[in-house]
């Protein structure tokens, strides 16, 4: 675990980049990875592919981790100058109230609301809903407002990275982590036996959409899909309801939503984790769906495994991971690559 | 300092009720070259004073706390549970960094709110409360210093929106700043009464604060400067909109002729005031001040600020400045 810190994750989690808007945080992986691959494209659907010759060529590997982030778009600009928005992706509307939040990646503005001396008794009993929630701008009027902002412009928490006490907290570990995790992978310059695929992946939180058009552009053999999973390790659920631990190292799916991992990936993700007694956890919940899912069902399917690396509070402005789990899944996925052929034979 | 500097500096005062110091510490830098004397009472009220010369003694109170909260228990593994200090509401304080103050420092943690991936049913349409909500301090490396009766704050930020300003505790911090730069102004205005300066505790929860030092002064005229709902739509009432000047309550709780003098002598300097129409009590330290002693004519200028006891709470830096002229100008009315 020597050497591992995590080195772009600050970058990666306070760079914007909701579904459908991953131009920034594509950029700036492109930029970083560049030198360290072989050819680099960015397919019709934003998804940003690399490849790495293997030294045998026997297999495509493919490596996947999406760009986006939960967040919202624009819907419209009322009268009084403040936004409309709605959710883009799985984000719940209570997490967005009382935030600071960036449109196109620049602007400032403000989710409020309305004042608890003001709220009736139903009001205060109400749980907080998208129609009524508003971003202000600052802007007097509608006129003022559209000068600064369009309909359709996507929106962020503005929340900052930090690190502390060897855990991480900030926005977008879900994906980001597993971006960042594929990115050290290709820091160690190293050739592996098979060819592998790195795809950073557009529209995940919005159905699995980047990824469902992988198969026709690569015919991968197999793949891997790495993850910023729940947690729910917190008072927020009874232990028997926990998904995975923080600390306890990367989780390995054995299925989630429409699709159970294929048994060989699963049995050889394990056997290496055991074999160089990296602490690794099972994720204990079947919720939740990757792009494993849709990689399954595509073109002649590819089979896939999920390594995840356990994210407290995901899909809110503030999400939180440990560290050594992030250092324990670059390394679990170190030592499957230096299997070579042997993994998932 | 310029208005916006300032009340940056001030929103990012962390004090709630009872444990006002740090703001008090920020507003004695910035009014002492503009006053005669500064000094603070026992009772964390910070009173700063510029003598006149007509012998009369006006009173201009803002209270300098802010809602909060204190840790009032602690679970295993770097959970903090939450009492709020005043009115907070909990739908504001999902997902937000939580500052505690432990005697070993500040350790930061975080709310924590449970994904929708592992939401149920019943779980989905849930209003937060306190019952509900954690801290989750096991990113701070001083988690285990955390005790009960920890005083803690929303981990502010003041963003600039166009022309205006965005963050937490500008309720009252602006009446503060506004304070600070009509003592500023003071040095301009001849013929005037002595003013004192008010910077008050534990108002946000309706605590000893404005009270007894109005009680101790024997004030001629006060005023109380807070702020109001902006740009709300309150059944019956005129709204009072941002960027429009400060707001004169007319009500049993203030003094009918200093209200007409303050809107006279606001008309004449061209100061723009808005009317709030305050049938009852005004819920703010006005209601006390009023009956001190054998009475004290009293007025209350409010400044308009939207989303009040959010984190976001907004408002406009000219209004500030404003009410800042408007109090100036009140020095010279005939008590």
Not at chain 1, 46 to 70: C, P, Q, Y
Not at chain 1, 310 to 316: D, F, G, L
Request: glycine residues 10%; proline residues 4%; charged residues 25%.
């Amino acid at each position: 675990m020597k050497g591992v810190k995590a080195m772009y994750l600050k970058e990666l989690s306070e760079l914007d980049g909701v579904s459908g808007d991953e131009g920034r945080v594509r950029k700036f992986i492109e930029e970083k990875i560049k030198d360290k691959v072989d050819s680099l494209k960015v397919d019709i659907m934003g998804n940003l592919i690399a490849l790495k010759k293997g030294t045998k060529s026997n297999r495509k590997f493919l490596l996947a981790a999406h760009m986006d982030e939960v967040g919202f778009m624009v819907t419209n600009i009322e009268d009084d100058g403040t936004l409309s928005f709605g959710p883009v992706g799985g984000i719940d509307p209570r997490v967005a109230v009382g935030k600071h939040v960036r449109i196109k990646g620049e602007l400032a503005g403000v989710i409020g609301y309305k004042a608890i001396h003001l709220q009736r008794k139903d009001e205060l009993l109400a749980s907080p809903k998208f129609e009524n929630l508003r971003i202000n701008i600052g802007a007097k009027s509608k006129e003022e407002a559209s000068r600064k902002v369009e309909i359709g412009d996507y929106v962020t928490f503005a929340t900052d990275f930090r690190c502390e006490n060897a855990r991480a907290t900030g926005k977008a570990f879900d994906d980001r982590a597993g971006c960042a995790a594929l990115m050290e992978i290709l820091e160690k310059g190293q050739r592996y036996e098979d060819d592998l695929c790195f795809a950073f992946l557009v529209q995940e939180e919005t159905g699995l959409r980047g990824s469902a058009v992988l198969f026709e552009q690569l015919c991968p053999d197999l793949a891997l899909v790495i993850e910023g999973t729940t947690a729910g390790d917190d008072p927020g659920l009874p232990e028997h309801q926990w998904a995975t631990h923080l600390g306890d190292g990367p989780a390995i799916t054995f299925m989630h939503r429409g699709y159970v991992v294929n048994k060989k990936i699963y049995e050889s993700i394990l056997q290496v984790a055991r074999k160089y007694d990296i602490r690794h956890q099972p994720k204990r919940r079947t919720a939740g769906g990757t792009d494993a899912a849709r990689l399954a069902k595509t073109g002649g399917g590819v089979p896939a495994g999920v390594i995840s690396i356990p994210a407290r509070y995901i899909h809110s402005p503030l999400s939180m991971i440990d560290l050594a789990d992030f250092n324990n899944t670059v390394l679990l996925l170190s030592k499957i690559l230096e299997e070579g052929e042997g993994f998932a034979k | 300092m310029d208005t916006v500097s300032l009340l940056k500096c001030l929103s990012g005062a962390d004090s709630p009720s009872g444990y006002e110091d740090e703001v008090l510490k920020v507003v004695e830098e910035n009014i002492k070259p503009y006053v005669d004397l500064v000094k603070k009472h026992k009772m964390n009220t910070l009173i700063a004073a510029k003598r006149g010369q007509n012998g009369k003694k006006l009173g201009i109170f803002a209270h300098a706390d802010e809602i909060g909260f204190v840790v009032a228990k602690l679970e295993e593994r770097g959970f903090a549970r939450l009492e709020p200090i005043g009115g907070v509401d909990p739908k504001v304080v999902l997902s937000q960094r939580i500052k505690i103050f432990t005697n070993q420092g500040i350790a930061t943690g975080v709310v924590g709110f449970l994904p929708p991936h592992l939401q149920k049913e019943d779980q989905k349409d849930k209003v937060p409360d306190y019952n509900d909500i954690y801290v989750d301090v096991s990113c701070s490396p001083l988690c285990e210093a955390v005790s009960v009766g920890d005083i803690c704050v929303i981990e502010g930020r003041c963003a600039s929106l166009g022309d205006k300003l965005s963050g937490k505790a500008l309720d009252n911090r602006a009446s503060c700043a506004a304070l600070i730069l009509a003592a500023r102004e003071l040095e301009t205005i001849k013929n005037r009464s002595d003013v004192y300066f008010i910077f008050s505790s534990q108002e946000e929860i309706a605590g000893p604060g404005a009270v007894y030092v109005a009680y101790e002064l024997g004030l001629d005229g006060a005023i109380v400067v807070d702020v109001t709902h902006g740009n709300e739509h309150v059944p019956q009432m005129p709204q009072i909109k941002i960027s429009e000047g400060p707001a004169l309550a007319v009500g049993p709780v203030v003094n009918r002729e200093f209200y007409k003098a303050l809107c006279d002598v606001a008309k004449r300097h061209g100061v723009r005031t808005q009317i709030e129409p305050t049938p009852g009590r005004s819920h703010t330290d006005t209601d006390e001040v009023q009956i001190t002693r054998s009475g004290i004519k009293t007025a209350l200028v409010s400044i308009p600020l939207m989303y009040m006891h959010t984190p976001v709470e907004l408002v406009d830096p000219r209004d500030v400045e404003e009410t800042a002229r408007l109090l100036s100008l009140a020095s010279t009315v005939d008590l």
